[in-house]
């Protein structure tokens, strides 16, 4: 798992986007879609359609890093909302 600090924001992105996105698209994701600076220090979780992938974006001061990780098995819980996004604590994630 990542070692988030304590005082970093989790953002999970409602919905699925295309996961074909990488840095920069999620990024932009971010920017427009959110309403939010991908380079503030917060991470945002984003879940692809069928829900056993998932990208994390996180700037921590030095640089951007992309995490992904998929399920063998299952599907990630995800918030069903309607809102474009969801605050966690680092613990919840």
């Not at 920017?31 to 974006?57: H, N, S, W």
């Not at 640089?63 to 069903?80: D, H, M, N, Q, T």
């Not at 809102?83 to 919840?92: D, F, L, M, N």
Request: aromatic share 8%; charged share 25%.
């Amino acid at each position: 798992m990542i070692p988030v600090p304590s005082g970093v924001r989790v953002w999970i992105a409602t919905g699925h986007i295309d996961m074909r996105r990488g840095m920069n698209g999620l990024s932009l994701l971010v920017q427009e879609g959110l309403k939010r600076d991908p380079f503030a220090g917060d991470l945002y979780v984003f879940r692809g359609r069928r829900g056993d992938l998932i990208k994390c974006l996180w700037h921590d001061g030095l640089g951007l890093s992309l995490y992904a990780k998929r399920l063998e098995r299952g599907r990630f819980v995800w918030p069903a909302t309607a809102g474009e996004s969801v605050a966690i604590t680092p613990a919840q994630l």
